[in-house]
């Protein structure tokens, strides 16, 4: 199983990024996903998650309205759109899937808004 994370950088307040998390070695299809995210000092707090056939998703009620996760399956990719971005946003953002019971993490991509 391997996840990899794209798309972080610095952004300024108010502005958009678009994230997305390349997935192999499993039934990407078949597996429900989801962002996380860590700032420093802080653990590790679910963001959005979305089904295997992307029929539904949920959010964290600090990111409801400005984020959109979605997937492609044809691509093994999810993504999440994120705009409104503050500077409260600023964190590592990891993607994560369930494969046979066990928890899998890409490496993070960093996201930074500040002016």
């Known amino acids: 199983v391997q996840l990899v994370e794209s798309g972080g950088g610095l952004v300024q307040p108010g502005g958009s990024l678009r994230l997305s998390c390349a997935a192999s070695g499993f039934s990407f299809s078949g597996s429900a996903m989801s962002w996380y995210r860590q700032a420093p000092g802080k653990g590790r707090e679910l963001v959005a998650g979305?089904?295997?056939?992307?029929?539904?998703?949920n959010y964290a009620d600090s990111v409801k309205g400005r984020f959109t996760i979605s997937r492609d399956n044809a691509k093994n990719t999810v993504y999440l759109q994120m705009n409104s971005l503050k500077p409260d946003d600023t964190a590592v953002y990891f993607c994560?899937?369930?494969?046979?019971?066990?928890?899998?993490w890409g490496q993070g991509t960093q996201v930074t808004v500040s002016s």
């Open positions: 979305i089904t295997s056939a992307g029929g539904r998703t």
């Open positions: 994560r899937s369930i494969v046979t019971g066990y928890a899998y």
